[in-house]
C-alpha cells in the first residue's frame, strides 16, 4: 500500500474540489447556452447575442443570461393567460349551452301514441 504525506492527501482533495466546482460551473453553463437557444422570448438576433456573450465571457457571460434575460413569463402574464383560458372556456360552455337549447326547440314534438284531441 502507498502511504500518502499529509500535504499529498491535502492535494487531492484540493483537486476534487476544484474538479467539483468547475462541474458545477460546467453545468451552469451549458445549461445557459441551451437556455439562450431554445428561448422563444427572444429574437434571433438577441439569441445570437446572448451565445456569444456566453461562449466568449464564459462563466460571467453564462449567470449574467440567468439573471438578465428575459426567460421566464411573469406573474402578471401566467395570471393573464390563465383569466384568459378560463374566459374563453365560459365562451365555449355558453355557447355550446346555446346550440343544444337551440336543437330541442327545433325538434318537432314526438308522438306518443296518444290522440291529443
Do not use: C
Not at 500518502?4 to 462541474?23: G, K, P, R
Not at 445570437?48 to 413569463?73: D, S
Request: hydrophobic share 50%; charged share 20%; aromatic share 6%.
Amino acid at each position: 500500500m502507498i502511504a500518502m504525506s499529509t500535504s499529498d492527501s491535502s492535494n487531492l482533495i484540493a483537486l476534487v474540489s476544484l474538479a467539483v466546482i468547475m462541474s458545477f460551473f460546467f453545468v451552469v453553463w451549458l445549461f445557459a447556452l441551451i437556455s439562450a437557444l431554445r428561448n422563444e422570448r427572444l429574437d434571433s438576433t438577441m439569441k445570437l447575442v446572448w451565445v456569444l456573450v456566453i461562449l466568449l465571457v464564459n462563466g460571467l457571460g453564462a449567470i449574467l443570461y440567468l439573471l438578465v434575460a428575459p426567460n421566464r413569463t411573469s406573474r402578471g402574464e401566467r395570471t393573464l393567460a390563465a383569466w384568459q383560458a378560463r374566459n374563453l372556456h365560459r365562451r365555449q360552455m355558453a355557447a355550446s349551452l346555446e346550440r343544444d337549447r337551440r336543437r330541442h326547440q327545433l325538434r318537432p314534438a314526438s308522438h306518443t301514441g296518444e290522440n291529443n284531441v
